[in-house]
């Protein structure tokens, strides 16, 4: 098949990503979790969107260590058992970095089908921790939330992405 491209290669040439922005966008994230929603089921796990971002795009300079420290701080903030947010992101952090090069291979809309079980595979981590210490079983509609979480995938994409797409200084002589 002489000529054909492949449909999911971009043109664009991605700047590195700032360490700062990447502790930023961590830190939005944290807030984020921490808005008091009560037991409304669904509401999107914006650490573990960021983290498995950062995890697929940035394998070396977020990983583990930043998991789980992000992790200890939301058992803190949030009362929660200690280690338990900690233990699933880590996993989540190490599952997507060990998959960040087949995932970056597909399109967008398919990366999301690798997102999913990531995203349930947290839950599940965080129910059985939960379910171990003998805390309340959730509801069904718990698990919601890796599907809004997964749903979330593609704009956190263009969101967490747009810096480096700026290019970094303007040549006016240049027509591109």
């Known amino acids: 098949m002489a000529g054909s491209q492949p449909t999911h290669s971009s043109r664009r040439i991605l700047r590195p990503a700032n360490p700062a922005f990447i502790v930023l966008t961590l830190f939005l994230a944290f807030c984020m979790n921490l808005i008091p929603f009560g037991q409304v089921p669904g509401i999107p796990d914006w650490v573990a ?4 971002f950062w995890s697929v795009h940035q394998p070396l300079r977020i990983g583990m260590g930043a998991a789980f420290i992000v992790g200890v701080a939301i058992d803190v903030a949030s009362g929660g058992l200690l ?6 992101y880590v996993l989540l952090s190490y599952g997507a970095s060990s998959l960040s090069r087949r995932i970056l291979w597909f399109p967008l809309a398919q990366q999301t089908l690798h997102v999913l079980p990531m995203m349930l595979a947290t839950q599940l981590v965080l129910w059985l921790v939960a379910a171990m210490a003998g805390r309340d079983n959730p509801s069904i509609w718990w698990l919601l939330t890796s599907f809004t979480s997964t749903l979330l995938w593609s704009p956190a994409h263009f969101v967490l992405l747009a810096p480096q797409y700026q290019p970094e200084s303007k040549d006016v002589h240049r027509p591109i």
């Open 49 to 52: 969107i960021t983290l498995a």
């Open 83 to 88: 280690g338990q947010h900690a233990l699933a």
